[in-house]
């Protein structure tokens, strides 16, 4: 593994909580790219994220106490603005410029909160990919929008949601089907510049055991079409449905059922990952029995993968050299890890990160 | 310590697993000499030793399906036939030659699986060091062979192994006795090109106190043989004997009761090892509370060794230099640690590891 | 982290541990700057500090048994004196005058041991700094005197008591008090040339919350005095007293209620401690329920700066450069941290550390 500061685009704007975990007045500590970050609500309702390092001696500031918009250091009492810079020492006078912390974008979109760990004053909030559904009421997510952490790097899961041909192997009891699906279905993918787009249709199938368990009364047999957007750094699109054999040439969309998908993969470091998910659908919304069906099924389905994906990350990790073998069904991940190639060698090349000066270590 | 690479004898058999520990059909993931390895019987009852990682994209072929003498990884469905050739990519028609997993040599021998890690085409069965009373019926062993795990590198158990003088201090109240065993008694080793043997008598003694729990009513002083074998990469068998003084001068065989004894060390990694055992009998070999009696003696003094040797194990990776010094009862461990140098050195100059190609990690 | 060898001051005196946790016959392993220390009270009530490492093959010392003031290793019965020489190799008549353990020089002072890592040849005993009511019987302390475990760098816990402005904000309800006490009170340090001293006043304020646990009769508005002494390695000497408003200029010191407080910090490693403390008052000395109260309050503000340091130190070893920024309140902990730094060139340069010859290791 090199550098930290070698491993991931900076300037990009990456998943970094869902608003209720961030509650009013409450502090999160997480870390992002390697990084140490405190994220708080403050009393105005602005959503603040911090160097979770207090800038004397890095005391955590994620035990410290939110007043205001600002946040106070429980160790020697520093108090910092939501800008990072500090506005109190006890019992002195003058604060000099060089005491701050640094100060992370954020922007929440659909109850998600985003953070932009590069320069800040590249930082567009227009370039974040917000989900429509999230905030479309005719869709109806999970009783809560949901966290999973994984012992892997981000990329291994991007590879996962790749690949739909693992459906068949991983989750034949929950979100998959027969090992038909990894046969008999195509898998064209769309390049883009930024990630890929894909459908893929499973004509007269049985529909998914997850999809059965959440609406029993549906035909036997359906047509199954997924449609998939990845973009980078970590951000998975799905619209799902399934519906009787040939409704896609049908007038009557009466008895197909849609699902909206949205997954977020962000580096936590090289070697583990933050998973943020919603899984919402268009159909008997106020029946609350189906939004506990649907995350139960879906976080069945996302522990097959975690399971196997870790067990991944620990043999790469061997000190025993591993050469990747292609297949065919590789097109996508190829695709979207080159593409992470390109833009991560342009933002170093463009944006290169400064260098910190550190005059010695405390430890 | 060094890479891995250079730490191993390759072109030798290890011991790898008892029988019962891989069923027919089951998988056994197992680390030997730092590569990751799964291990299942197929269906025709061949003993399969595969890399553990697909070679696709490194999932552990050991969460797979064995399919006749075939494993199929459960990630992508790539199937694997016992050469470790790759035989089915589902929705591929054509499979690159590239697309395979190492294949180790695999034997049996008296219930316990051993392994060639080195060049195949090297390995020759006739070379695996059988045991014969595994398979003699003369011979009443355990209720079941043996497994233990050691956070140690496999070289501390083979000097523990190689000097008998621990029993008095270690093994006191269980395999050993009197410290009079370790002062009193001569260990003349003979030395082999691959490793050792010695015959130790310990006369007019009390019996072990293992041996008093196994068999109660034999006499009170005794004269004791141990007659021990040592060979590379970590072998050891062992004849005991107890018997009336002055036994080995008698024509009367009739009170003296035998014993056979294997241990096998294999290393998993630089810090930690396998061990295999079982302790066999010639004398009422249909009393299975004697083999019960001598399978929890056996293990609470292997508890002891453990206990220290793990101890010794994390002394010895202190960034504190040690400098061991020599005694004389190390002569056996000395010659075994200086063979094993030599066959080592003769391994890596005439059969150097193929270097792998690695274009590019995926994590 | 460099080397541990560069990051000691090696020769002065460490505290090591409480005679209560080397009982008579008893064995304590401890590692102190990164070495590995057997502990024990030979049986003419001499205190013994060896390597843990026998010489032979590294065993723990600590697990052999207590002969005399001799230790024997129970592994193969090497037997060592109270110098760590080799005195009895069973089975062995000559033995080499190589075969030694590294002895280290204690000395007791009011219970509590203190080590010598550095060359034994300058160890006075008259450098150790012996708190005089530790064994003073006007002085009633803890029920037992106290040990703590750190995970982080001793230096922490150092800094942590060279600024009591963190009173005000960790130990609010337990040591401390409002912040005032750090805004209005101010730390004027007397440096010294092996750490500083300093007398802190709080006037007219309410007493801490432990000291009205201990004494709940007093006056509510108190002036509070700290009189603190920090002396190199980690040597923490405080005296405390509260009384009514005044007092210092009354000649009725009835009402003033003194304690006396050491506590030490001795490296384990770069990155672990070892905390001991006592906590005595000169009143009600026969009321233990005073003593166990103080215990109760004083161990409840230690884990508030536990929690916050073990934190600092987490944060501070992550791959993220951090540069610390200074504050008025660090003159203390600036002055002894330059100290240290002064002493330990001196201590190398003037006593380098023998360079260790180690032929092989045994891993």
Excluded at 217 to 226: A, F, H, M, Q, T
């Amino acid at each position: 593994m090199s550098a930290p500061e070698n491993n991931y685009i900076w300037n990009c704007w990456y998943a970094a909580a869902w608003a209720h975990e961030v509650e009013s007045a409450g502090k999160l500590e997480r870390t992002f790219l390697d990084k140490p970050v405190v994220m708080f609500r403050g009393e105005s309702g602005r959503y603040v994220a911090l160097d979770n390092r207090c800038c004397h001696r890095a005391a955590p500031l994620s035990m410290g106490r939110v007043e205001g918009d600002c946040i106070r250091c429980m160790y020697h009492g520093l108090k910092f603005n939501s800008d990072g810079i500090c506005v109190e020492i006890p019992g002195q006078d003058k604060i000099p410029a060089t005491h701050r912390v640094r100060s992370y974008p954020v922007e929440e979109r659909g109850n998600l909160l985003w953070i932009w760990m590069g320069d800040p004053n590249l930082a567009d909030p227009n370039d974040i990919i917000d989900y429509e559904p999230l905030t479309n009421p005719e869709w109806q997510g999970l009783p809560q929008e949901a966290y999973l952490h994984y012992d892997c790097n981000w990329m291994l899961i991007i590879d996962n949601l790749a690949d739909f041909s693992h459906l068949a192997f991983v989750h034949t009891n929950t979100l998959g089907g027969s090992e038909a699906y990894a046969v008999e279905t195509k898998q064209e993918i769309e390049r883009l510049d930024n990630g890929f787009q894909f459908e893929r249709w499973h004509r007269e199938s049985a529909p998914a055991p997850y999809h059965v368990k959440a609406y029993p009364n549906g035909p036997d047999v359906v047509d199954r079409r997924n449609y998939v957007q990845m973009f980078v750094p970590g951000v998975f699109l799905m619209e799902t449905a399934f519906g009787p054999v040939g409704w896609d040439q049908s007038d009557d969309q009466s008895d197909v059922k849609q699902y909206r998908n949205c997954q977020y993969m962000t580096p936590e470091t090289g070697s583990t990952a933050h998973f943020f998910w919603n899984y919402l659908r268009n159909y008997e919304q106020s029946d609350e029995s189906i939004s506990i069906s649907l995350r139960d099924s879906l976080l069945e389905g996302f522990w097959e993968d975690k399971v196997i994906i870790e067990a991944q990350q620990k043999l790469l990790e061997l000190d025993d050299p591993f050469q990747p073998r292609g297949i065919a069904a590789d097109s996508a991940l190829a695709h979207f890890r080159k593409t992470w190639d390109t833009l991560l060698e342009k933002d170093h090349t463009e944006h290169p990160q400064p260098v910190a000066e550190v005059s010695r270590s405390i430890l």
